[in-house]
T-cell receptor, first 111, second 115 residues
């Protein structure tokens, strides 16, 4: 079972560049999430989606964008990357009332 | 009050002891609660879920829920060095016709089990 798949696992981005972090789940979950985790900190919600075509902001959405055209995919777009976006990014999915399943994470460095 | 708060760590316990991890939440409407374990450099993995008041046991792990006090805890009995990790409390909040949708995490408590 693939579960939640994130790509890439590691990436170095230059300041001002843009990139898309990919997330795909094969569990037919309605809810999907993007979190960032800074060293020694918990998970901060960036964006979430309750179904295809429906997305909403979380706690720290500035500098990011998302789309959800299918149930399976929930890409996260970074525009004009800044050093403050250096972090580990986790994608997760879940069903109503159930636990979340996480991808392996993307370690992003902005230099 | 923050949405989900955990007791600050790090928490150090000797091998074989009981580790007690605590979490409080602000949304009285929350119906489900999750504990995740996260090893350094890895993604969170589910340890326990609890939906009803009282205790739920799974092996060496016991989750305790008190909705009146908005409090959920995780006990780890016979702690092992392999239990050394950060433990995250997660609480769904926000509601729609389809149920709760946001999933908010506490900052986590780092547990060290000393051999």
């Amino acid at each position: 079972n693939a579960g939640v798949t994130q790509t890439p696992k590691f990436h170095i981005l230059k300041i001002g560049q843009s990139m898309t972090l990919q997330c795909t789940q094969d569990m037919n979950h309605n809810y999907m999430y993007w979190y960032r985790q800074d060293p020694g900190m918990g998970l901060k919600l960036i964006y979430y989606s309750v179904g295809a075509g429906i997305t909403d902001k979380g706690e720290v959405p500035n500098g990011y964008n998302v789309s959800r055209s299918t149930t399976e995919d929930f890409p996260l777009r970074l525009e004009l990357a800044a050093p403050s976006q250096t972090s580990v990014y986790f994608c997760a999915s879940r069903d109503t009332g159930m636990e979340a399943f996480f991808g392996q994470g993307t370690r992003l460095t902005v230099v | 009050q923050k949405e989900v708060e955990q007791n600050s760590g790090p928490l150090s316990v000797p091998e074989g002891a009981i580790a007690s991890l605590n979490c409080t939440y602000s949304d009285r409407g929350s119906q489900s609660f999750f504990w995740y374990r996260q090893y350094s450099g890895k993604s969170p993995e589910l340890i326990m879920s609890i939906y009803s008041n009282g205790d739920k046991e799974d092996g060496r792990f016991t989750a305790q829920l008190n909705k009146a006090s908005q409090y959920v805890s995780l006990l780890i009995r016979d702690s092992q060095p392999s239990d050394s990790a950060t433990y995250l409390c997660a609480v769904p909040r926000g509601y729609s016709g389809a149920g709760s949708y946001q999933l908010t995490f506490g900052k986590g408590t780092k547990l060290s089990v000393i051999p």
